[in-house]
């Protein structure tokens, strides 16, 4: 999300004319993307929360777009713009404090696990053997949803190219007469396939979310026998790669639906196509609907193919996504340094209790 695009919908969310209406879960969600978006990655987010220059662009973006539709949208305003520049002060002044502490805990849970060393990498590795058991059939289901959703699609356009022509062989004014109907169709069967399409994969995305909640439990429980003593450590840790999992899922969410719109940007332009032919004139008509009628299968099943090839490995790459993520923590537990990642999560954190306690006032 831009971060013109990240002010406008906090905006949106500030002006919905009720203070029930503001989610303060949704209002930091929007707040924390747009520091997100001041860096390309985790580092340079940390970096950038730190200059100066930072609050003064998300000052200016609120306040030009923030427009007033009610009393409280106007109180919203005024308050709103400078606590979220001094919420962005406060995280740079705060974050080396929440690098001691993470850093801190990590080597306090470290040296309570020294003695447990074996047993928690078993423990670990049996959780990462276990998710993969777990994903590896979710993967597979993904991969046949594209395949069976795509050929669904395939199967529903292909009468309409053996339709065009057919109706090449018509004179000149019944084909511009029945051209528009006919892109009329073949537009709703886009639609709605595509639209078919996306309501199959999305509930992919959200049984992978509790597949992710169940493996984090089952870590918790076989690892609190062995942090007694560091159970907050232990906590934020599984804290963090619950939030880091979560996240890969929401993104495999975002993924997937990215990919369906793509592919109905990608098809649409035949129904432009065909428009625009039937707002010609009729003389030459047929001369460029030929073309069309004989490209029409064989594009959409390009398109249709080039998103099974980008779609269909989804599954197998939040898989690793999840892995990587279990094994960056036997890691930390191993060596007591914390990641950029560890940082941000307690970052994020602060921003949404904040973002709380202010909507709540």
């Not at 009720?18 to 860096?39: H, Q, T």
């Amino acid at each position: 999300m831009a971060p013109k695009v990240a002010a406008l919908v906090l905006v949106l969310l500030a002006i919905s004319g009720s203070r029930a209406d503001v989610n303060p879960d949704e209002v930091a969600s929007v707040i924390w993307k747009y520091f997100m978006e001041l860096g390309s990655n985790a580092k340079d987010t940390v970096d950038q929360l730190q200059q100066t220059e930072i609050s003064k662009q998300l000052n200016t973006l609120l306040k030009s777009n923030l427009q007033s539709v009610s009393a409280y949208a106007e109180d919203l305003q005024e308050r709103l713009v400078p606590f979220a520049t001094e919420l962005q002060a406060r995280l740079a002044q705060d974050s080396q404090r929440m690098k001691e502490q993470i850093q801190r805990e990590l080597r306090e849970l470290q040296a309570k696990l020294a003695p447990y060393a074996d047993q928690v990498h078993q423990q670990i590795g049996s959780s990462i053997s276990q998710l993969q058991a777990k994903m590896s059939p979710y993967a597979e289901e993904l991969r046949s949803q594209v395949d069976r959703s795509a050929g669904e699609l395939q199967r529903a356009l292909e009468p309409f190219a053996a339709e065009l022509r057919e109706r090449l062989q018509d004179n000149a004014q019944s084909i511009q007469a029945s051209l528009s109907p006919y892109a009329d169709r073949l537009q709703q069967q886009i639609d709605g396939g595509v639209e078919s399409l996306k309501e199959r994969l999305s509930p992919m995305a959200d049984e992978l979310k509790v597949q992710v909640e169940q493996s984090v439990a089952e870590l918790r429980r076989g690892l609190s026998p062995y942090a007694q003593e560091v159970q907050d450590g232990l906590n934020r840790q599984l804290e963090s790669l619950t939030a880091q999992m979560e996240r890969a899922a929401e993104q495999l969410r975002t993924r997937l639906a990215s990919s369906s719109e793509e592919l109905h940007a990608q098809l649409s332009p035949l129904v432009r196509e065909l428009r625009e032919a039937a707002s010609g004139d009729a003389e030459s008509l047929r001369q460029r609907l030929v073309p069309l009628a004989q490209q029409l299968e064989q594009r959409v099943g390009q398109t249709l193919e080039a998103f099974r090839q980008q779609a269909a490995p989804f599954g197998e790459t939040f898989g690793k996504q999840l892995v990587q993520r279990l094994e960056e923590m036997r890691g930390k537990l191993d060596t007591g340094a914390a990641g950029v990642e560890d940082h941000l999560e307690l970052l994020e954190k602060e921003v949404r209790e904040k973002v709380a306690a202010f909507l709540s006032t």
